[in-house]
């Protein structure tokens, strides 16, 4: 059996990831699926872009029908709020609420705690090696229209 290129490795990764969440568990399923939109509201307010149902849909890689649903799952939470937008009646912008702020802290500190004890033995070097290291691929994916 032949090694993987690096290429071919970062898929498999991003597989492995994407794979893991699927879960025959409805609630925790549904938990990702809030996590999921939340984050995507937040990651395009962060970066300055409205984040309206066609954006969402394309922070998150699905159709605006699919997103659509997401954000009503979301809003029937209470992670989530929508307003009409100020400019065009038509266009739907979302926010995220204290709420949804509160859900993606927790996620965000269970995703600490995984990469914890995935890295478990590594030196302090190598985790902040591995962070730049993705924090480079993210970025230069965004650049190159990945």
Not at 16 to 36: F, K, P
Not at 66 to 74: D, H
Not at 105 to 129: I, N
């Amino acid at each position: 059996m032949t090694t993987p290129g690096t290429g071919q490795l970062l898929f498999s990764f991003v597989r492995h990831w994407s794979r893991r969440a699927a879960t025959h568990d409805a609630s925790v399923a549904e938990r990702g699926r809030l996590v999921l939109v939340t984050e995507a509201v937040a990651a395009l307010h962060g970066r300055g872009r409205p984040p309206t149902v066609n954006a969402i849909a394309g922070e998150i890689g699905i159709d605006q029908s699919g997103a659509s649903r997401l954000i009503t799952s979301a809003v029937d939470a209470g992670c989530l709020t929508v307003t009409t937008g100020a400019s065009d009646g038509r266009r739907r912008e979302v926010s995220v609420t204290p709420a949804g702020r509160l859900v993606l802290r927790q996620a965000h500190a269970w995703q600490e705690e995984v990469f914890d004890e995935l890295t478990a033995g590594w030196s302090e070097k190598r985790r902040r090696d591995f962070h730049t290291a993705m924090a480079d691929l993210i970025a230069r994916s965004d650049q190159v229209g990945g």
